[in-house]
Every structure is written in C-alpha cells, then in structure tokens.
C-alpha cells in the first residue's frame, strides 16, 4: 500500500482525493496538512511514501516547501498536483525536487498512475505539460554561454531588439553600419544557441542580459 500525505490548503479537495482511493488501488491517504511548516515533523512520525503537493498555497508554496525539505535533508517522492500550467511554475517544482507533476483536473486512472511512477521515483507529467516539460529539459542539455562571455556591443544590440528596433533603427542608434548589426546579430544567435528573436530576448531576460 502507498501511503500518500497531501499537502494542500483546501481541507474539502484533500477530503475528496482521499475519498476516491479505494483498498484496490493500492493507494492510502494517512495524512493531510494545509502548512507546508508540518511537513518535516509529518515525516519524521510517520511512515509516508509520496507527498502530494498543491503549489499555490497562502504562507508557504509548494515550491517554497520543497526548498525547506531540501533544506533539512529530506529525500522524498514528490508529486505536484497544482492548476498551474505555466513553464515558471513547472520550472521552479523540478528544480526543487519534484519528481512529477500533475493537473488537477486529471481523471483518477491519471492520478493513480502518478502516485505509483511517483513512488518508485520515476517522472510523470501530465499530458498538458509535457511541451513544456520536454522543451524545459532540452534547454537544460543545450550548451549556453554566459551574458559574461557576451561583448557589450552586442549587449548593446540585444537590447535594442528587446526595445522592438530593427537592423535600420539599431544601426543608427549605435552608430555603425547595417553590416555589422547583421554580423553581431548572427553572432549572438550561434552564441546563444538560439533562431529566432524571440527566444533570444526570452533567454536574455531569463538569464539577466537585459
């Protein structure tokens, strides 16, 4: 039997999710806390396989109680079940340890699945994300240069692009030729790792170029 404690703010959800496991499932809801602050003294008295976490909590996140059981040297499954869809949410969970996340509105065939890959720490998305999930993992594998090995001319130039400006407009603002906007512009693209314009001022804002 997996033995699940939720995590989560809203006592009439945890209620509902622990009410549709069923003795076949092999899944058992042994503890429910709405303050992420219980978690460690939840863990240390009891014997739980996989946390089930919401991430947006009032005092404490999920994220922010994966960075306090990391903290403290806990090692547990944990699997994110939140609304959230957003690559900053998904980003922030993984990085603190999650081993899965899931949406809410999953069907409880979806939700058993994860809990079990959840507790032999194998990964599960949910189908919605796995875009997201994928491209956060490619991004992650992909050689990228720091804003430090970038010149500042073509800092210069990134933030122009940021500000909507075209080769034209940016040649006159930085006083050189239309040339060498281009040559600095293929430059930062190879350096970067990146095709398009877009994904260059989204990387540049991620990593603090601009």
Do not use: W
């Not at 003294?41 to 990391?70: K, N, Q, R, S, W």
Request: hydrophobic fraction near 40%; proline fraction near 3%.
């Amino acid at each position: 039997m997996i033995k699940v404690l939720i995590v989560d703010d809203h006592h009439l959800f945890a209620e509902g999710v622990k009410s549709m496991f069923k003795p076949e499932d092999g899944i058992e809801v042994v503890a429910h806390t709405k303050s992420g602050v219980a978690i460690p003294y939840i863990l240390d008295t009891m014997d739980i396989d996989v946390i089930l976490m919401d991430i947006d909590m009032p005092v404490m996140d999920g994220i922010a109680c994966m960075e306090l059981l990391m903290s403290k040297g806990y090692n547990k499954p944990t699997l994110m079940l939140t609304m959230h869809q957003s690559i900053k949410q998904i980003k922030g969970a993984l990085e603190k340890g999650a081993q899965g996340y899931i949406l809410k509105d999953a069907s409880k065939p979806e939700l058993v699945h994860a809990i079990i890959c959840t507790s032999r720490r194998e990964n599960y998305f949910h189908p919605k994300i796995n875009d997201q999930v994928f491209d956060y993992f490619r991004r992650k594998t992909t050689p990228k240069t720091n804003a430090q090995e970038l010149s500042e001319r073509e800092k210069e130039i990134i933030k122009c692009l940021a500000d909507g400006l075209n080769t034209k407009a940016i040649s006159n603002e930085l006083f050189i030729s239309e040339h060498t906007v281009k040559t600095h512009r293929r430059n930062i693209m190879h350096k970067l790792h990146v095709k398009t314009s877009a994904e260059l001022i989204k990387l540049a804002m991620d990593e603090g170029i601009i």
